[in-house]
Each structure stands twice: as structure tokens, then as C-alpha cells.
């Protein structure tokens, strides 16, 4: 690189170019999981549209990689790479809503968060992450699985529109009526297509939920997960919710006897009417002794930053993941085996329902496949310390390899370890083909190939 060109990209960036001599570079490279250790050729703060255009132009005529970074929460660290341009959209995060149109507009690299602080205001939601801190950016672009999946679909399918920036530098609009290839692409395709500066949403009324986690006996738990399976198949789509694998941490509403013990939780999430919410969660209290909740009306905004204190941002990571058609007797089997042996409080394993609402969409209708699955089952190893990194990893190796051959060939995108990329065809099942085209069509170069990558 010659100093002219750094230069030239220090004038042209009206955010920040952090370079590795730069004060602060060890800062600006870090992402969420901390076992990712990645050295960028550089890390541009884009604050707007045209530096995101300037970052994508300065990558192309160095013949370097873009790694794009929202909420920075990728598991495999695709928000940053050796020797990339990491443009990081941190500093994107404005929100407009239109509560009358029932649309939100987000730049590129808000997060769960924000969107929901600024819809709850006027009682609306889309479907979101569990977790605030993660961004609107990846998930969305994967798939989007949340509380509301089962009623209004994936956020992907909430996607109305979306501004993309494309390997060559240009701005195109992407939606049902423009672009429309490049907006089919983004819906489920991941990163792979550009850089999506702003994403329109649909919104719907949900201010107030009725729900919170419930703790049974792990030896309830295969009386739990066989319930869920046949409860979910036709349970009203205002309900949303999935058992997980938890070591109760320190809090109130837990035994303290019982803190740090491991067992099955089930995190409920009534969007319907709110007095009908104690109702809807009557077969939770009756399918088996609890042993600890908190359950009650709570905002939706409240459920969904309830679990950011587990997750705190410098754990290590290592996740794997499955659609599941049928959650069989013999899955349940291999849940049970692995489950109770969830090593740290960090860790989980979430089984999500995605039907309802994510099956009315056609498997074609966007990129994201897999419309016939019930269940996106998530292996989240999540530990402090790096010492421990063996034995985690391992329990999650283990686990997968238990419940993988029960399961479908592909899974969720955005739950896949850097390991998984060869399950790529798999993920998209009969929308490959058709990905691979308009990946050739918008990034022949695979300059956006930091990410579960589509090769052109
Ligand atoms: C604690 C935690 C909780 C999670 N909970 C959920 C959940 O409830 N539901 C769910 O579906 N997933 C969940 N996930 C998975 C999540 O969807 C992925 O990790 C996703 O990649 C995160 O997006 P991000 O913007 O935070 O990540 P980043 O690391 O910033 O980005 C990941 C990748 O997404 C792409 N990308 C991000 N933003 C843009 C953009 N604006 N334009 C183009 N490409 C972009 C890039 O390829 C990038 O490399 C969770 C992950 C974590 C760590």
C-alpha cells in the first residue's frame, strides 16, 4: 500500500481509519468473541453511506478482502480478518419509525437494542435476537430467528427494504420491486452480496409480553421436551419461546441453594393479548413441577435484553448448529445426555420453533431454505476462560455429533462455527444455484468473502 493511498483514505473518511500503528488499533480489531485474534490491514469507522463506498473502493484497488462488522456478535469473528478492510458500521446505528406506516428504518450497524427502544415507543416490534446487543445487520441477513418468529416470520421476511452498497462501489435500493434479485439474495444469503447501509422493516403491536424463564428438575426434562414438541406444532403463533440448557445463575427468583445447578429452562414469550398471557402458559405449569420462574407482563424490550448478562462481550465462543424437522424420541435421547452436562453459566443450547408464520413463506421465496424445519437447535458454547477452551469446545463437538445425525444436513447460518464451511450448499438447500448466479452477478471477485461464503 502506498502512503498516497492511506492517505487519500484518511482525507476521503469523514469517520475514523484505524491503522496497525495507529493508537487504538488493538481496540478497533477486537470483536465479540474473544477467542478471535485477527490483525486487519485496517479497521474504517464509517459514520455514512458514501465512507462505506469509500472503504469497499480503497479494499477493491488493494485487492483486499472486506469484512463487515454490525453488532459484532459473529461467532466465527467474520466481523474481522487478517489482512482485511473491516468496515465497521458501530457507528450507524440511527433509527427513524414510521408508526403510522408501520415501517422502521435502521442504518447498517444498529443493534437489537436500539431497534427495539425506538419501535417499543409507539408499541411496535419485528422480529429480533434475544440478546440487545446483537445487530440487526447479521442477523438479519441470515435469517433472523426471535420470540415473534412464529407469528410474523423470520426478520428477513419482515424486511420491506434495504440500501445496499455492492463490491464495485455502487448504492442500489433492494426490494420486491427493485433489484429484486439482490434483495431475494439478502434475505437469508448473509454478507455475501454487499454492504446493507440501511434496512427498511414492517412492523407490528407488541408493546407489553407476557412471559420469562421457567426452571424444572433435569429429570423432568424429557416429560418437558416432549411436551414442547407436540405443544408447538399447533400452539397459537402469539406464542414464542424455547426450552434451553441452563445453570441457573445468582438470582433472586432462583434458590439460592440451587444456583449453579444445572437444568432444563424454558424462556416463554406470550405476544398476544395480555391478559390472555397467564392462560396461554397454564400447560407450562402443569406439564411439571417448577422449580423456579419469572414469569409475569413485562415490556418486550425487557425480554429482550433479560439474558445480555450472561453473554457479556469478551467470552469465548464456539457454536454449532441444525435445523431439526422432527424432534424424535431418540433426539430428545441425545439432548438429554448432553444437556445436563452444560459446563459454564454462558453456556446454552436453544432449540427455536420456527414454524408457524416461517412456513407460510415458500422455500424459494427468499434464500433463507429451510421453511419445512420446525426447530433451528443452537450448541452455544460460551466460557471466560481461554484455559478451558479444550474442554468447551469438546462438550459442543460432542453434543453435535450426538444430535447432527437426527437432524437435517444443514443449519442456520448464523449459529455456524468457521468450521461449518462446507455445509453451505447444504444451508440453502435448492436456493444454492440460484445464490451462486447472483453472487456472480454482484461480487464475481468475492471481495465479501468473510462470511459463511457463497464462492461466485
Ligand atoms: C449472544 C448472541 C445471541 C444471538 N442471538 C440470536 C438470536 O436470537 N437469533 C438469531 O437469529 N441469531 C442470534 N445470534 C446469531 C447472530 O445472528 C449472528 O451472530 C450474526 O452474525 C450477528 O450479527 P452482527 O451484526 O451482530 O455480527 P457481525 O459480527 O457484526 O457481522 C456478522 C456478519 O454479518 C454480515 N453483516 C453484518 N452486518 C452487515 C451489514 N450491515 N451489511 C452486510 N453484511 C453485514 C457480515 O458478513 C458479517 O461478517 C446470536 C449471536 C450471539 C453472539
Request: charged share 20%.
Amino acid at each position: 500500500m502506498t502512503t498516497a493511498s492511506v492517505d487519500r483514505l484518511r482525507d476521503r473518511i469523514q469517520g475514523e481509519v484505524v491503522m496497525p500503528n495507529d493508537q487504538g488499533y488493538d481496540d478497533a480489531r477486537r470483536v465479540y468473541n474473544a477467542m478471535i485474534d485477527r490483525r486487519p490491514h485496517v479497521v474504517i469507522r464509517c459514520v455514512g453511506t458514501e465512507d462505506v463506498v469509500t472503504a469497499v473502493e480503497y479494499a477493491r484497488a488493494n485487492l483486499l478482502p472486506v469484512a463487515v462488522r454490525g453488532g459484532a456478535h459473529s461467532v466465527p469473528g467474520f466481523g474481522t480478518a487478517d489482512d482485511a478492510v473491516v468496515v465497521d458500521l458501530a457507528g450507524m446505528r440511527q433509527m427513524a419509525v414510521d408508526p403510522e406506516a408501520r415501517l422502521a428504518r435502521a442504518k447498517g450497524g444498529t443493534t437489537w437494542g436500539v431497534f427495539n427502544e425506538a419501535t417499543s415507543r409507539h408499541g411496535l416490534a419485528t422480529t429480533g435476537g434475544v440478546i440487545s446487543t446483537t445487530g440487526v445487520g447479521g442477523l438479519t441477513l441470515g435469517g433472523g430467528i426471535g420470540y415473534l418468529a412464529r407469528g410474523v416470520g423470520l426478520s428477513c421476511d419482515n424486511l420491506s427494504s434495504a440500501e445496499v452498497v455492492t463490491a464495485d462501489g455502487r448504492i442500489l435500493q433492494a426490494s420486491e420491486s427493485e433489484n429484486e434479485d439482490l434483495f431475494w439474495a439478502i434475505r437469508g444469503g448473509g454478507g455475501n452480496f454487499g454492504v446493507v447501509t440501511e434496512f427498511e422493516f414492517r412492523l407490528h403491536p407488541v408493546a407489553e409480553i407476557y412471559g420469562g424463564p421457567i426452571f424444572y428438575e433435569l429429570e423432568d426434562a424429557g416429560t418437558v421436551l416432549r411436551f414442547y414438541r407436540d405443544f408447538i406444532k399447533d400452539a397459537p403463533e402469539s406464542f414464542g419461546g424455547f426450552p434451553a440448557w441452563q445453570i441457573a445463575p445468582p438470582l433472586p427468583f432462583i434458590p439460592e441453594e440451587r444456583h449453579g445447578e444445572p437444568f432444563l429452562a424454558f424462556v416463554t414469550c406470550w405476544a398476544g393479548p395480555l391478559d390472555e398471557g397467564e392462560k396461554a402458559l397454564e400447560p407450562f405449569r402443569e406439564v411439571a413441577p417448577i422449580v423456579a420462574e419469572h414469569v409475569g407482563p413485562m415490556p418486550y424490550t425487557a425480554l429482550n435484553s433479560a439474558f445480555d448478562a450472561l453473554v457479556p462481550a469478551g467470552l469465548q465462543h464456539y457454536w454449532k448448529a441444525n435445523f431439526v424437522a422432527e424432534l424424535t424420541d431418540e433426539a430428545i435421547e441425545a439432548h438429554l445426555t448432553h444437556g445436563p452436562q452444560v459446563p459454564v453459566v454462558n453456556s446454552t443450547v436453544h432449540i427455536y420453533p420456527i414454524n408457524g408464520a416461517c412456513h407460510r413463506v415458500a422455500a424459494d421465496a427468499t434464500a433463507f431454505a429451510y421453511r419445512d424445519a420446525n426447530f433451528a437447535t443452537v450448541i452455544a458454547g460460551m466460557w471466560p476462560d481461554p484455559a478451558e477452551n479444550e474442554a468447551n469446545t469438546k462438550w459442543v463437538r460432542d453434543y453435535y455429533e450426538a444430535t447432527a445425525p437426527l437432524s437435517e444436513e444443514g443449519g442456520y447460518i448464523n449459529f455456524m462455527a468457521a468450521d461449518d464451511q462446507d455445509r453451505i450448499r447444504a444451508n440453502y438447500k435448492g436456493n444454492y444455484d440460484r445464490l451462486v448466479e447472483i453472487k456472480r452477478r454482484y461480487d464475481p471477485e468475492n471481495v465479501f468473502r468473510v462470511n459463511q461464503n457463497i464462492k461466485p
